[in-house]
């Protein structure tokens, strides 16, 4: 199979998994910023799951755990606490750490799935967590053996992506890049982690209107995530929460920042720098 093939499957794998974290799991299920419509948030659900390998219920809770403590010793996961290498292993300590409580009803946990009106993923709860990155292994391979050993890691690659995104975005977001508000944590805005990650590196922006669907403050900002949230509404497939959009850098008539709804304790509103 020739490169460009296998550079396109690798790009699918990726954006697929790219836009089931950050606009199904992060801006809709975690921050309700996009609501989905109903068949698109059952598909989510349900096949997430076996997308990313990453329970939903689960991710949500680790991430607002993560806004609700963000870059204190109780955060999840912070480089202020590991540093950017430590980032990688303490995520997956984190999720364990998380699921374990969510399935033992430990209020610890279960008191961040407000809004979340669906269980821990079967798989999850049956103890076969491992089943999606086998299936994606099986499926790689079969595309090797069909056309070419680099077809099937673009492939594997590309699905089985999310512990470097998400590391990208938890490491570089929280200690690398430039900031417009003054949040109470260590947030940046680090456009490497925003280009590769659909906007998700603009971590000040989002830490400061976390009701936000679009993490883009300045012009320069480019947030492809919400331009994918943008495109699913054209298709009857989700509403933006536009009343608490960021404000664009300079406008007229900046609202306050939006309240964290879903969680409990929000941090108080963080002023423009
Ligand atoms: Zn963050
Ligand atoms: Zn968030």
Redesign the pocket.
């Known amino acids: 199979m020739s490169l460009i093939a296998c550079l396109l499957v690798f790009l699918a794998a990726y954006l697929l998994n790219l836009l089931v974290i950050s606009v199904g799991y992060?801006r809709a299920l975690?921050?309700k910023a996009v609501r989905l419509h109903p068949v698109l948030q059952r598909m989510l659900v349900a096949g997430g799951s076996w997308i990313t390998g990453i329970d939903a219920k689960s991710w949500v809770v680790m991430?607002r755990l993560h806004?609700e403590h963000s870059d204190t010793p109780l955060d999840p996961h912070s480089p202020v606490n590991v540093g950017i290498l430590g980032i990688g292993a303490e995520q997956l300590r984190s999720y364990k750490r998380v699921v374990i409580g969510l399935l033992k009803r430990d209020p610890a946990y279960t008191k961040y799935t407000k809004g979340l009106d669906f269980d821990v993923h079967v798989l999850t709860r049956r103890g076969r967590w491992w089943l999606p990155y086998v299936v994606h292994g099986v499926v790689g391979l079969g595309l090797a053996l069909w056309g070419g050993w680099m077809l099937g890691v673009a492939y594997f690659v590309g699905m089985m992506s999310h512990p470097i995104q998400g590391g990208l975005v938890n490491s570089l977001g929280h200690a690398l890049g430039g900031r417009n508000f003054d949040t109470r944590d260590n947030s940046r805005n680090n456009h490497l982690a925003a280009w590769l990650i659909l906007g998700e590196g603009f971590q000040n922006n989002?830490h400061a209107y976390?009701g936000s669907a679009s993490f883009s403050h300045r012009a320069h900002e480019v947030d492809l995530g919400y331009w994918a949230c943008v495109t699913l509404e054209r298709l009857g497939l989700c509403s933006i929460d536009r009343a608490h959009l960021i404000p664009r850098a300079g406008g007229a008539s900046a609202p306050r920042p939006a309240p964290e709804v879903t969680l409990p304790g929000s941090h108080p509103a963080a002023a423009p720098r």
Do not use: D, F, M, N
């Open positions: 992060h975690a921050h991430h806004h989002h976390p």
